[in-house]
């Protein structure tokens, strides 16, 4: 991968998918959000920002009044973190060129922070996790969202096509130095960081191919089984058959959406 890259890739058609994901995903967002005390007024860091749908969402939470501090080392995901703002008229993003497993991001700048689906792909997530302590002001708050249990992802029956992409993900995911069931670990970061955990919930659903959640991973495959191609995981024909899988199933299949684990800490 080259630089500024990700093992799921950067590109156009990633960008497209992340939107999709973020559209199906906003609701159980805005509920953390606001679970978690996120007001007008406020200064929230966005941690691993991507292509900004989370970061603009925060910026009309928090009013001009509030700054969100978007923080991304992909520059494909930085430029259209901008052009998003800018088409929205969102002047209160502060967008920065950042690795938040390398270096920090402040000491005590922030009310919260947001981290979502990054903790599973950085080198060094306990490094992050201290970042994130560091930069929250005292009482300050931070949401993760999580996986606490990726191979929770199966259709109801199973589905030899799922499973076997299911697993090569994983794979890549940890080859790549992530590791997807983060979640199961973030308990102790945060303790060794000096954060208390004061609420977790479970995310997951069931749905059948009419839902719109059907849509993310759905979406998740018909992408992401090119890029297992590119990184030499699976062959043409296993790609072919990956992005495809989840389009050609019978109406009346069940699927399990992997287990994401909402976590919300506050900073002595």
Known sequence: MSEGDYVLGTQKDEVERLGLQHAVWRRHVLDGWAAAGIAPGMTVIDVGAGPGFAATDLAEIVGPAGRVIALERSPNFLAALQDRAGRLGLANIEARSHDVSEAGFGDGVADAT??????????????????????????????????????AWRTMPPNPDVEHFRDLVIRSWRDSGGEPDIALRLPDMLKAAGMEIVAARPLVEIVRPSDFTWRWPAAFMAVNAARLHELGYADADEAARFASALDDCPADTLMITPLVAEIIAHKA
Request: aromatic share 16%.
């Open 114 to 151: 947001w981290c979502r689906w990054l903790l599973s792909f950085v080198a060094n997530p306990a490094a992050t996790v201290r970042h994130i302590a560091q930069a929250l002001k005292p009482g300050g708050v931070a949401i993760f969202h999580e996986y606490a249990d990726y191979g």
